[in-house]
C-alpha cells in the first residue's frame, strides 16, 4: 500500500488543477505544446494568440481530448487590447499562471537590421511581455500569488550570428525575468524563465523552405548538429519544463534563467 501510495503523489506532484493558465502565442509551436501539456495536467488554459484560428484550433483540441481551454485573439504589443483581453479574464477568476511565449524572430546583424525590423521585434518580443505582466500583475499581487514564466532564448545570454535583434530583445526578457522576480518576491508572485537552444517549430520549418528550397533536409541536420547533443529540442520539452516551473513542485524557484539547449551554452565548442 505505501509503494502504491508514493506512485500516485508522484503522479500529481506537477499537476495544475483548479489553476488557470494564460498561455501567449498558444496557437502553435512552444506556446501550443505547453497549452497541451498543462491542459493535461488539469489546468483551464487560456490560449492568446494574434491568429485566432490557431488559438481555436489549439483549444479545440484540447476540449476535445477533456480538457478545458479558451481561445482569445490579442495582439501582445498593444497594451490596451492586452489589459482588455487578460482583464476580462482576470474578471471571470483568480489569475494562477502566465506564461509569456508569444514572440517573433529575426534574422540580420546590427548592419543588416532596419530601424523597423528593430522596432517591431522589441515591441513584441519585450513590450509584449510587459504588456501582459502589466495586465496581470496586480490581479496576482490581489489574489496572493501567482506564477509567471517568460520564454527567452540562448540567444540572449550567449552570442548568436546574425539573430542582432533577436538576441537583444531575449537579453531584456531575461533582465526583465530578474527584475520581476526581485520586486514581487514578497508577493509570493514567482518568475522565471526558460531559454531553449533551437527547438523544432513551425518557424523553423518555415525559414528554410523560404531560404533553402530543396535544401531543407540538409540546412536541418546542420542546424541541429549545432547542439552538442546532436538534435534540435522538441516543444513538449520545453514545454515539461514549464509545467514543472509552473507547478507546485517549483514554489521555492524564483528570478531563474533555464538553459533548455542540448548542451549548447557550456559544452559549444
Do not use: W
Not at 2 to 8: F, I, Q, V
Not at 118 to 146: S, T
Amino acid at each position: 500500500m505505501e509503494a502504491r501510495g508514493l506512485a500516485l503523489n508522484a503522479n500529481r506532484e506537477f499537476r495544475l488543477d483548479g489553476k488557470t493558465a494564460i498561455v501567449t502565442g498558444g496557437g502553435s509551436g512552444i506556446g501550443r505544446a505547453v497549452a497541451l501539456k498543462f491542459a493535461a495536467n488539469g489546468a483551464a488554459v487560456r490560449i492568446v494568440d494574434v491568429h485566432l484560428e490557431n488559438a481555436e484550433a489549439a483549444a479545440k483540441e484540447i476540449i476535445d481530448a477533456g480538457g478545458m481551454a479558451f481561445a482569445h485573439t490579442c495582439d501582445v504589443s498593444d497594451q490596451k487590447a492586452v489589459i482588455a483581453t487578460l482583464g476580462e479574464i482576470a474578471r471571470q477568476g483568480h489569475v494562477h499562471i502566465l506564461v509569456n511565449n508569444a514572440g517573433i524572430s529575426q534574422i540580420g546583424n546590427v548592419e543588416s537590421t532596419s530601424e523597423d525590423a528593430f522596432d517591431r521585434i522589441m515591441r513584441v518580443n519585450v513590450k509584449g511581455y510587459y504588456n501582459c505582466i502589466y495586465a496581470c500583475v496586480g490581479h496576482m499581487n490581489q489574489q496572493g500569488g501567482g506564477v509567471i514564466l517568460n520564454m527567452a532564448s540562448v540567444a540572449g545570454s550567449v552570442g548568436v550570428a546574425d539573430r542582432f535583434g533577436y538576441s537583444t530583445s531575449k537579453g531584456a526578457v531575461i533582465a526583465m525575468t530578474y527584475s520581476v522576480a526581485r520586486d514581487y518576491v514578497s508577493s509570493n508572485i514567482r518568475c522565471n524563465c526558460i531559454s531553449p537552444a533551437r527547438v523544432h517549430t513551425p518557424f523553423v520549418d518555415g525559414y528554410l523552405k523560404n531560404n533553402y528550397p530543396g535544401r531543407e533536409k540538409e540546412m536541418y541536420d546542420r542546424l541541429a548538429k549545432t547542439q552538442p547533443i546532436g538534435r534540435m529540442g522538441e516543444p513538449d520539452e520545453v514545454a515539461s519544463l514549464a509545467l514543472f516551473l509552473c507547478s507546485d513542485a517549483a514554489s521555492f524557484i524564483t528570478g531563474v534563467d533555464y538553459a533548455l539547449d542540448g548542451g549548447f551554452t557550456n559544452l559549444h565548442g
